[in-house]
């Protein structure tokens, strides 16, 4: 049996729920799981402006954590993760859908994300 999308709800902007986001979705992903990344608020602007890695602790570069934005755009390559965002969370921070496309993978709405981890599993960080 294929188990169901997992659903990621990223909305708190501190490295370390964007850390923790990133290897269960990577993680989830390398086990062939299907993996949506749904951004909003700080997260969602951080993406946007290219500084998904802002924020993060030394100890992080002594543990030797990769990049959290280089470690997100492999899994989408190679493992099929997305990397999205809805309509009213993007203009709420501060964009228009059409302007950052290109930076997402989808524009979703959020009945579809809700569906998607009614039938698998959601995760809110």
Excluded at 12 to 29: F, I, K, P, S
Excluded at 39 to 44: A, C, I, R, S, V
Excluded at 54 to 63: D, F
Aim: a negative charge.
């Amino acid at each position: 049996m294929t188990p169901g999308p997992l659903v990621i709800f990223l909305q708190r902007g501190g490295w370390e729920e964007r850390y923790q986001a990133v290897t269960l979705g990577v993680t989830a992903a390398a086990f062939g799981e299907p993996v949506t990344l749904a951004l909003f608020f700080e997260p969602l602007r951080l993406w946007v402006a290219g500084r998904f890695d802002e924020g993060a602790p030394e100890s992080a570069a002594a543990a030797r954590v990769a990049s959290l934005r280089e470690t997100l755009d492999e899994a989408r390559r190679e493992l099929g993760l997305r990397v999205v965002a809805c309509d009213t969370a993007i203009r709420l921070a501060g964009f228009e859908p059409e302007a950052i496309q290109g930076a997402l993978d989808a524009v979703e709405t959020l009945p579809a994300l809700w569906r998607a981890a009614r039938d698998g599993r959601g995760l809110t960080l």
